[in-house]
């Protein structure tokens, strides 16, 4: 199992809508998850970090975490043309690990 | 605040040649230092990982290596480039929480 999986998409979405991305990982001791965005060509940024189970909104996103199911999620609301890029999932490769493991990174679209 | 400084933005060697990237990091102290590989069209990946000077963590095996001469530089290099080496070089830093990227090198090998 890969350490951290996440659906390539492109995943579409009408402006104004709800963008949901998901990401799952195979180590239940991990306890800090790192949403990053990616233009192309460009490096990633932060755009959030969840540390325990449940929400944390941050603007127009939200970071979901399940520690029991082994996924983190992040929601955009009021999707904006200027969304559209690349999402990546970060996890410390062990608890506590200072390695950091990215996902391959959701594509998003969103459609004026 | 912390600034993180990676150089060149872009980059074409032919294969054969060797290879130096360098990263340097402003405003903090004894970072945690990473360097990543991002191949077209792939998703991050780690090769190497540092914790201090002199300290090297190698996450893959392959063509290159780092180092870390000062406490906020750190060092990619190659003897010779493959063109397998050919990537989105990112360098970030990590305090006590998530990690922070440099602006990345484009590598072309041809």
């Known amino acids: 199992q890969k350490e951290v999986e996440q659906n390539s998409g492109p995943l579409s979405v009408p402006e104004g809508a709800i963008a949901s991305l998901n990401c799952t990982y195979s180590?239940?001791?991990?306890?800090?998850f790192f949403w990053y965005r990616q233009y192309s060509g460009k490096s990633p940024e932060l755009i959030m970090s969840?540390?325990?189970?449940g929400d944390k909104e941050d603007g127009r996103f939200t970071a979901q975490l399940n520690k029991a199911s082994q996924y983190v999620s992040l929601l955009i609301r009021d999707s904006q043309p200027s969304d559209s890029a690349t999402y990546l999932c970060?996890?410390?490769?062990?608890?506590?690990?200072?390695?950091?493991?990215f996902g391959k990174g959701t594509r998003l679209h969103i459609l004026p | 605040s912390q600034t993180i400084h990676q150089w060149p933005a872009t980059l074409v060697q032919p294969v054969g040649s060797p290879l130096s990237l360098e990263c340097t990091v402003e405003?903090?102290?004894?970072?945690?230092l990473y360097w990543y590989r991002q191949a077209a069209g792939r998703g991050l990946q780690l090769l190497f990982y540092?914790?201090?000077?002199?300290?090297i963590s190698s996450e893959v095996p392959q063509n290159l290596s780092a180092s870390r001469p000062q406490d906020r530089q750190f060092i990619l290099s190659s003897k010779k480039l493959l063109l397998s080496d050919s990537g989105f070089y990112l360098c970030?830093?990590?305090?006590?929480?998530?990690?922070?990227f440099g602006s990345g090198t484009q590598l072309s090998v041809l």
């Open positions: 970030a830093w990590r305090g006590p929480g998530q990690p922070f």
């Open positions: 180590d239940r001791g991990s306890q800090s």
């Open positions: 969840i540390y325990s189970n």
């Open positions: 970060a996890v410390p490769k062990a608890p506590r690990d200072d390695k950091i493991i």
């Open positions: 405003g903090t102290s004894n970072p945690n």
């Open positions: 540092s914790v201090g000077i002199g300290q």
